[in-house]
């Protein structure tokens, strides 16, 4: 009998999660709230854990304000690091395997190249970092781990960078963006789906893996692709990194190379365009 237990219920991937496990019929699935399952609270997590008696754990909690880390480091690194290993000691000790989310930032960047799993990571960022940290700490625990790392986000719930660009472009003339910085937007619906076949799978093909949706495009070309595809008119002017100046430092070029999700689970992975007329359709339609 399958059990699965997802932390970090409420965030926008937890969202995702719900909706599509819905669509599925998966019964065995359980939401857990943040009060009753703080992965940074090992007694909370003893009790979860006796309760369910989990055979998959999916850690959606994280510490996800990018620039905000920069100044919260031990906030960041207890959520990102210590919440991530203590999810790891207790699925070895319930015989449950973990499906951790990382992420691009744990790339420089610098290398114009798509990212295999084996790439070298150099994170630039204290988000970056810990979310590293995250990872490491979960394979000096657990072999039992799919550590799928994802990029660029979006979807109609939680704040992500098209529900920012709506709301910019609904107010303004004008709107600068980023056009230096190269990476392949994912709608977390998508990535939800993966995530589903892969524990469904029951492969056992334990390890990293990457998965965004397919193509490559820019901050700039993504904003451009939300106000054509939703009707926005609003002026998207293209700018550079050191005209936007923020708190963190985020990858030139953080493109991920899908071959191994692709090959080992026989998913095929939509077209960042595709996926996003999809979300910005479901946006629409709520408001
Ligand atoms: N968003 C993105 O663009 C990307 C995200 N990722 C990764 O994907 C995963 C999901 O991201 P996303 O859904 O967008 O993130 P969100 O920020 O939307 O969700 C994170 C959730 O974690 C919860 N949380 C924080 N601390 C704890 C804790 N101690 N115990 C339990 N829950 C906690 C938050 O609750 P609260 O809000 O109450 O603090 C929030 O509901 C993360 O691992 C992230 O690093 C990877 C690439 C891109
Ligand atoms: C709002 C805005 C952002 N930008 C730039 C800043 C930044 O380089 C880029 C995206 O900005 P955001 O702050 O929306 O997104 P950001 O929080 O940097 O997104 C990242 O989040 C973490 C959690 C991840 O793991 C990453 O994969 C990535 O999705 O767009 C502009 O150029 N103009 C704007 O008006």
Redesign the pocket.
Known sequence: MQNIIVFGASGQLGNCLKKVAGERKIDYIHFLPEEEADILRGDLLDIVFEKYKPTFAINCA?Y????KAEDEVDLARAINKTGAANLATHCKAYGATLVQI????IFKGDVALPLTEEAIAEPISV??LT?LEGEQAIAEILDEHYTIR?????SEYG???VK??LR?GADRDE?????D?V?T??YAIDLAEAILTIITAGKKAYGIYHYSNEGVTS??D??KGIFDISGTDVKVLP?R?SE?P?N?Q?PAY?VLDKAKIKATFNIEIPYWRDSLKACIKKLAAVQ
């Open positions: 994280a996800t304000a990018v620039d990382s992420t691009d930032f988000y970056g979310k994802t990029s660029w986000l979006y704040n992500n960078f920012t660009m910019l709107v600068k963006v980023i056009a910085q990476g937007p994912t901050w700039y993504f904003a700018i990194t936007y923020t963190a985020r953080s």
